[in-house]
């Protein structure tokens, strides 16, 4: 089954941070939008809820 890549909304247009996510119910791939053919990074659906919820609760916030 091919995946259904979409490109983050915090992406700019043409800016380095261009990723792009396909959710699926196993968990989730991320790649570079720019550069598709250069893999990809796959997580358990386990590993995604808590990289969203780690996420949600601002770890990564810069500042």
Do not use: H
Request: hydrophobic share 35%.
């Amino acid at each position: 089954m091919q995946r259904e890549w979409r490109k983050s909304s915090r992406s700019s247009a043409g800016g380095p941070e261009c990723v792009e996510i396909a959710l699926g119910a196993s968990g989730a791939g991320v790649r570079d939008s720019k550069d598709r053919s250069g893999g990809e990074l796959d997580f358990g659906a386990a590993q995604w809820a808590r990289f969203v919820a780690t996420v949600k609760d601002g770890a990564f916030d810069l500042g």
